[in-house]
């Protein structure tokens, strides 16, 4: 199996930054993409950012020129800064692993969430 371990959340003023990181352990092959996830209340689960194994990226329109998405393969850890936030920013983040678990053997892992609240 493999645990991924979500920090970083917090509560921030608008325009604030906060840095959250994912790091995966456990049975790990190598890791593939990985990415940031969130959910506001009462909306469904939406892609924030997303990271290949080569530091191919892509963000959500919402969020591009404000976060940043990158990784550390050494650590597994995956991360998401985020600058000048705002307050429909406010949902619980999620990370995404694409794993290869043995060769050929490949699973998707979602982190527990970590909450992210933006006052305004």
């Known amino acids: 199996q493999v645990q991924l371990v979500e920090s970083g959340g917090g509560l921030v003023q608008a325009g604030g930054s906060l840095r959250l990181s994912c790091a995966a352990s456990g049975s790990i092959f190598n890791i593939n993409a990985m990415g940031w996830y969130r959910q506001a209340p009462g909306k469904q689960r939406e892609l924030v950012a997303t990271?290949?194994?080569?530091?191919?990226?892509n963000y959500a329109d919402s969020v591009k020129g404000r976060f940043t998405i990158s990784r550390d393969n050494a650590k597994n850890t995956v991360y998401l800064q985020m600058n000048s936030l705002k307050s429909e920013d406010t949902a619980v983040y999620y990370c995404?692993?694409?794993?290869?678990?043995?060769?050929?053997?490949?699973?998707?892992?979602w982190g527990q969430g970590t909450q992210v609240t933006v006052s305004s």
């Open positions: 995404k692993v694409d794993v290869n678990v043995s060769w050929g053997t490949r699973r998707i892992f």
């Open positions: 990271i290949t194994s080569n530091i191919g990226t």
